[in-house]
């Protein structure tokens, strides 16, 4: 009987049938192909993963980030759903914004030739960390209030804001906001607003829903004409049933969006725990000097103090030279007292750092929710952008609890950023002026300066706006340039200096992204996801990529979406493997429970061949300064890849069930039946340096004609003491299935050998 030797094709494809796919592969499930000195690639087992962190993130993990401080300290980043968290040597921080939503009557107070403007809201109480949004823009002195301010503490019930220009008047306890008439049946809705500052087709954002005449405005419009000073009109798209009004936005009252940040970390303590701290300093004015600093918590603003001498509700408003400890701080009373012992008291309710830190509710507002995040670091600081949201940032060293705005100019609403590099600039895409999304607006603030985002002569903050699709859908920071996708083509974003900043080129045409996170590098090229392709650049220009498991996932991707109109297709994640030069691409099947991830193909740039399998990770950073790649499970549990040779279920080790299966391979010509009554299995059964103790089966399928259902032969189990498997098969079409479910073992196929003889005609 001869004896033959089959080298398996490396690669999957779906595209052609199993009789045409010849001892290449059409099924497979967690392997990888390794290539030899030839570049011929060896199925063998994927590399296994464990846990990264021993319990579940409370939501879905959407985005992950690696990055080290100043004190080569390596932190990573955690984005899911509800929450924004920092994983640190183990530990576990809750880093989430909070934003507190009020509607208080107008209360403001001014005087005339300044801009400082005091603000009386007795349902919160704000520190200098704080931002306050006004949703509805009031009017107050000849000043117009509207955007993020940065507050300063005053007391209990009242902060100052810094508003752009100076009062023309004073004003004591007053404001207004915007109050709407109709006509019947007209589509003109005129709008008073006391000293407006709008011209003939300026734009304006009416952020809470009033109806006037059967109108319901929200959104945004274009100033029509201007009658005087304090009246203006505009076209509102809707004809007026009724003649209505004077209606005023939000009933009269001020909505208001409190960006809250969280005071120093109480170390190791619990819920609603009332801090001290013992400090020893002199207080000359409202100047505090703590000359040491004893024990307890940190001080911090908002912290009530109390010692001998030291006048009753003295609180600290301000830092100075100091964060907590020694140095100076500013205090509301002025007063003058000796040297002291002084104790600083404050309710403030935070966990301590550890596993499953979170807020309480003594924190005022709710924190933000996200069905994506955008990560990126600015040197060593956090800068985070939820989708649809404002862009906020979190220094490893600060004295800060929580992820803070990045300042009074930062736009609300983008989604998503990177940084820009080398002149380090946060890019946001999707970006607003107002507090309306613009999809296809670009802004970035000055160099190395996150808090500019407005342009002027003297920085490099900016803006451009894509003039082709319908939306931008995701951004990345390549090399030598940004690229920009849009759902319909490619652009480059390639800094260029003052006073333009940034050029602007579509170098790819019918070549968008599919989801904000489709896109990785690996080795210079930048490869992505589109509706119905894969594409790749190496800098000619977009190029499709060939993918011959075409069908496994564009035949089978759920493109349904979620209760809030969110497609499914945003969940797929590129994963990028740089350590096997592999790109993966996680997406949700049919079968996927709630459009979740659950299946995968995968692309080795090596031998440029596909694989396919099921599993589901919902974020993933390769290899970083944490090691090597790090992804997110379904089940919401992070797990670090490329480690051992087993899956993994939370904490628990588990089987990873590898498997592939080949096409169809003819074993004789012309009318031939062969028999086959043994097969030789050529095997790596181990890693290099560990046990060979791995147990493979071996199924074999055969059949006369391609249509035929096959006979099973097997499975045969297969160890490295097995010589070889007596089959006795009987047939002219011949697929093998090889798979493994042990657990601690690695195998790498080799070259089949068998021996067959001819056994009559057909």
Known sequence: MARSTLKLIPGTDL??????????????????????????????????????????????????????????????????????????????????????????????????????????????????LDYVEFVTPVSVGGIVLTGPYNTTFVSSSSYTITAGSAATSSVSNGGYVYAFTSGSGSQVVSCNFPNHGYSIGTSFYIGVSTSVG????????????????????????????????????????????????????????GFGVVSQSFVNGSISGTLLTVASFASGVPLSVGMTITGSGIASNTVVTAYGTGRGGAGTYTVSISQTVSSTSI?????????????????????????????????????????????????Y???????????QLLGSQVPLV???????????????????????????????????????????????????????????????????QGLIWTDLDLWSMQYIGAPLVYGFNKIGANCGAISRKCVGQLNNTIYWMSQKQFFMNAGQGPQPMPCPVWDVLFQNLNTGSDANGVPYTQHIRCAVNSQFNEITWYYPSVNSTNGENDSYVKFNMSINQWDYGSLGRTAWIDQSVLGPPIGAGTDNYLYQHEIGNDAASGTQAVAMNSSFQTGYFEIADADN????????????????????????????????????????????????????ISTRIRARLIAINVSSNDVGTFWRLGGIRYRASADGKY
């Open 214 to 269: 059967g109108i319901n405005l929200f959104g945004l419009y274009t100033v029509l004409s201007v009658t005087d000073a304090n009246n203006f009109t505009f076209n509102s798209g809707t004809t007026a049933t009724s003649t209505a009004g004077p209606v005023s936005i939000n009933a009269g009252n001020v909505n208001i969006n409190y960006y809250v940040t969280g005071n120093p970390q109480i170390q190791g303590s």
């Open 673 to 724: 039946i062969m028999f086959v009554d043994q097969v030789w299995p050529d095997m790596k059964w181990g890693t290099y340096s560990g046990n060979p103790n791995a147990t493979v089966q071996m199924t074999f399928y055969g059949t006369n004609y391609p249509g035929d259902t096959p006979i099973v032969y097997g499975p045969y189990p297969m160890t490295q003491q097995t010589e070889y």
């Open 393 to 403: 940032y979190w220094q490893p060293n600060g004295s800060f609890l929580n992820a």
């Open 15 to 128: 595209i052609v049938t199993p009789v045409l796919n010849e001892a290449a592969l059409s099924q497979t499930n967690l392997i990888r192909f390794l290539p030899d000195r030839n570049n011929f690639g060896l199925p063998q087992k994927l590399g296994g993963w464990v846990a990264y962190y021993n319990s579940p993130i409370q939501s879905t993990v959407r985005a992950l980030k690696g990055f080290a401080d100043l004190d080569a300290v390596n932190h990573l980043a955690i984005g899911a759903t509800n929450e924004l968290d920092v994983l640190t040597n183990g530990s576990l921080s809750n880093i989430t914004p909070y934003i507190y939503t009020d509607n208080p009557a107008p209360n403001y107070t001014t005087s005339a030739g300044s801009s400082t403007v005091t603000v009386s809201d007795s349902n919160i109480t704000t520190s200098n």
């Open 343 to 391: 104790t600083g008291t404050g309710s403030y309710g935070f966990g301590g750092f550890g596993v499953g830190v979170s807020f309480s509710s003594s924190l005022p507002g709710s924190p933000i929710t996200a069905e994506d995040w955008s990560l990126d670091n600015f040197g060593q600081d956090l800068v985070a952008c939820p989708a649809g949201g404002a862009i």
């Open 414 to 480: 983008n989604d998503g950023i990177f940084i820009a590099m080398p002149q380090r600039q946060v890019v946001a895409w999707g970006s607003s002026f107002t507090l309306q999304q613009d999809p296809l607006l670009i802004r970035w603030s000055d160099v190395s300066d996150f808090t500019t985002w407005i342009g002027t002569a003297q920085n490099q903050a900016g803006s451009f706006r894509i003039p082709t699709g319908s939306k931008i859908v995701t951004c990345v920071q390549a090399a030598q």
